[in-house]
């Protein structure tokens, strides 16, 4: 297996349990009509604008004003230690993640062939220095290549993998190389030996043949981008740019074959071929070869590169992708090095060649909003340039007042009325149709749903997607809930691990707690755990508040005799004013290994001889409601019990929902509690699995 191809292997193994805070919702339909959500980016003189308000704001669909019915800022987290990172524990959990507004999507794309030697080992250093600087904690990224199939993009938070790759397999490059990675395009030249008619043949048809895999791969990236979320991905192109090709009638012109291709030379190596059902097979009969080989010579020769070219800007324009060239080759003179394995072509050719790479490169960045990075010997000052570019952003979101399901383009416009101010947005979005609304449903009932069309409220399917961890064994779990200005922590070793003789003898934790945005210092809380004590169970802090917003848990558990910690790190949201419920629930059990008390777990996995108790902050007012649902998110016909409860000691109200699992079967679960107020809706939605 290639080293480039192990990117996204190494990926999917990097990625580890951990617990998945509920992202913004993004549906796409709503009541029939078409939420459409905008991102906008706003400078002056350069820098970013933050204190933009909603009425500063104009939206105008297809010539037509808009009504802003949602406002959010967004400010992306700073870059944090690869093991601080938290990471999605399913391709369910990754997708989530990615819709989550306060993540970016970022995507590496190494067009491997289109890249000389001397460019992929000039790009290790600045590429790693931009991925550490831009790359956010909550950010996600993957790597693709023209090999890869854009359905086996792995989107994870760590770069390690990504960085390691880039240093340790610098070599990647293959412009200009004797040799290929590719058997087709030795087969290739076998078929067309480098004399008489067929001269420079072989050449042309492999120049030709990896731009046009080069350029489906970045359509099939386009396409499943565009799925993932609406809004924007940014793509960082590793390439040297292209030479776009047009119809060749010198290229599809009658060649006579010579005799000497009829048959193979004794002790020539036998080619590589494609049998009739398209697989690689060594050998074979030369006529077999041949003619595949003039199929494809035919197939290239009427290929007009500069027409896909145009269209892969539309779609990346429509889908909200923006494409970062970077040559990392900075500033040359020739296209071709001189004394090159290619064929050398007059200095004028050379220089047209060039000039049309740049162009290329150029207008893909020029058409899609984003930044080109071409003849700059100095790649740190426009590295800058994209991490600036790349910053805070605005999320808008409105109902369009076009209620039509006609597909068609609508085109956006938004402009800001502060004087001096730039913005940048998605041009425009694709309208659902009839048959895309038919298929969501059909889709949703055959719980195939594709992203973005599911009907599943997204708290629920966060629920469900946080069992992960329950499904296996392991260490340490953790779970919290954050209230009115404090954070409640449980965690739980596995009783496996506490059977380990280095376990018993007590253990030492370590709680730390840092506010995203750094509304507040970042505090440490440590914590001893006795011998043959499993669960730590923590509230922060004391004798304090702790301003709204998101915080980033690590928790820390090493045996008493022992240097070697477990780790694990968890995201909670402390909510603002007027919230109605906290943010998660503390759950706990009562069975037969428990008496008649209710002991706290992180654990999510549950016998029918259990109960399962949640207490989840009550911050205002409000009817409350619990219900239990199956994985479809179909109610189920089970109470449960709910009341209220008041801490004395701390003077805090908790929404209490017990339920018996007598009755049910092995499966999943969600516990979904709702309160509502003066039309405000919220809920909280705990997943749980019964097990044998």
Same mark, same amino acid.
């Given at each position: ?349 050379? %220089? #047209?060649?060039? *000039?049309?790479? =740049? /162009?290329?490169?150029?207008?893909? !960045?020029? $058409?899609?909003?984003?930044? +080109? ?96 961890? %329950? #499904?296996?064994? *392991?260490?340490? =779990? /953790?779970?919290?809930?954050?209230? !009115?200005? $404090?954070?409640?922590?449980? +965690? ?97 059990? #009562? ?102």
């Amino acid at each position: 297996m290639k080293p480039l191809q192990l990117v996204a292997l190494a990926l999917a193994a990097g990625i580890t349990a951990a617990s998945a805070q509920e992202p913004s919702p993004t549906p796409r339909f709503r009541g029939g009509a078409n939420l459409v959500r905008v991102d906008a980016y706003v400078t002056a003189d350069g820098q970013p604008l933050a204190d933009l308000r909603a009425d500063d704001f104009e939206v105008v669909e297809d010539g037509v004003p808009q009504q802003i019915e949602s406002f959010e800022f967004i400010r992306p987290r700073p870059p944090a230690p690869q093991s601080a990172r938290v990471e999605p524990n399913t391709v369910a959990a990754s997708r989530a993640m990615a819709t989550d507004a306060d993540s970016r999507v970022f995507v590496l794309f190494m067009d491997v062939r289109h890249v000389s030697l001397s460019g992929s080992f000039r790009a290790q250093v600045p590429v790693t220095r931009l991925l550490d600087r831009v790359i956010g904690q909550d950010d996600l990224v993957g790597v693709m290549t023209p090999d890869m199939s854009a359905r086996n993009l792995t989107l994870a938070r760590r770069t390690a993998t990504i960085e390691g790759l880039l240093q340790d397999h610098w070599y990647w490059g293959e412009r200009g190389r004797l040799g290929t990675t590719d058997p087709r395009e030795e087969e290739i030249r076998l078929c067309y030996p480098d004399a008489d008619e067929s001269a420079g043949i072989a050449e042309e048809i492999i120049r030709r043949r990896r731009l046009k895999a080069t350029l489906d791969a970045l359509e099939d990236l386009i396409q499943h981008l565009e799925d993932v979320r609406e809004e924007r991905k940014f793509v960082l192109l590793l390439t040297e740019g292209w030479v776009l090709f047009r119809n060749s009638d010198q290229l599809a012109r009658p060649i006579r074959r010579g005799a000497e291709r009829d048959a193979w030379a004794p002790g020539r190596p036998e080619p590589v071929g494609v049998d009739p059902q398209g697989g690689l097979r060594v050998g074979g009969r030369f006529e077999d070869r041949y003619e595949s080989c003039e199929r494809e010579r035919s197939l290239l020769a009427f290929l007009n590169a500069q027409v896909e070219f145009n269209q892969l800007l539309q779609r990346a324009n429509r889908a909200n992708v923006s494409f970062y060239p970077i040559d990392a080759r900075g500033l040359v003179v020739f296209d071709q090095p001189v004394g090159g394995p290619e064929r050398q072509v007059p200095p004028d050719v050379d %220089a #047209r060649n060039l *000039l049309e790479r =740049r /162009a290329t490169m150029q207008d893909l !960045a020029s $058409a899609t909003d984003g930044i +080109a990075i071409v003849a700059d010997n100095d790649l740190d000052r426009p590295l800058a340039r994209i991490l600036a570019d790349t910053a805070s952003y605005y999320l808008l979101g409105y109902y369009s007042s076009n209620t039509r399901l006609d597909g068609r383009f609508r085109r956006i416009s938004v402009r800001v009325k502060r004087p001096g101010a730039e913005v940048r947005a998605r041009p425009g979005y694709l309208a659902p149709t009839e048959a895309e609304m038919a298929s969501a449903r059909v889709d949703a009932l055959m719980n195939g749903a594709p992203p973005g069309h599911s009907t599943l409220p997204r708290s629920l399917a966060v629920a469900l997607d946080s069992l992960a961890p %329950a #499904r296996g064994t *392991l260490p340490l =779990r /953790a779970q919290a809930a954050g209230g !009115a200005g $404090a954070i409640w922590v449980t +965690a739980e070793l596995d009783a496996a691990t506490l059977r380990q003789a280095e376990w018993q003898g007590g253990v030492r934790a370590r709680v730390s707690y840092e506010h995203e945005r750094g509304a507040v210092p970042a505090s440490v809380a440590n914590v001893t755990l006795d011998p043959g004590q499993r669960t730590l169970s923590i509230m922060h802090p004391e004798g304090t508040v702790l301003p709204p917003g998101r915080y980033v848990i690590r928790l820390q558990l090493a045996p008493a005799a022992s240097r070697t910690p477990l780790q694990t790190t968890l995201d909670v949201i402390v909510p603002g004013e007027g919230a109605l419920l906290g943010s998660g629930a503390l759950a706990s059990r #009562r069975g037969p290994t428990t008496g008649l008390n209710y002991v706290p777990t992180a654990d999510a996995r549950f016998r029918r001889t259990e109960r399962i108790r949640l207490q989840i902050p009550k911050l205002g007012a409000g009817t409350l409601t619990a219900r239990l649902l199956n994985r479809e998110a179909q109610p189920l016909p089970l109470p449960v019990t709910l009341a209220e409860r008041l801490d004395q000691t701390l003077q805090v109200k908790f929404v209490v929902a017990d339920l018996t699992l007598a009755p049910l079967a092995q499966g999943e679960y969600v516990i979904e509690v709702a309160a509502e107020h003066n039309g405000r809706q919220e809920s909280v939605a705990y997943g749980f699995r019964i097990v044998p």
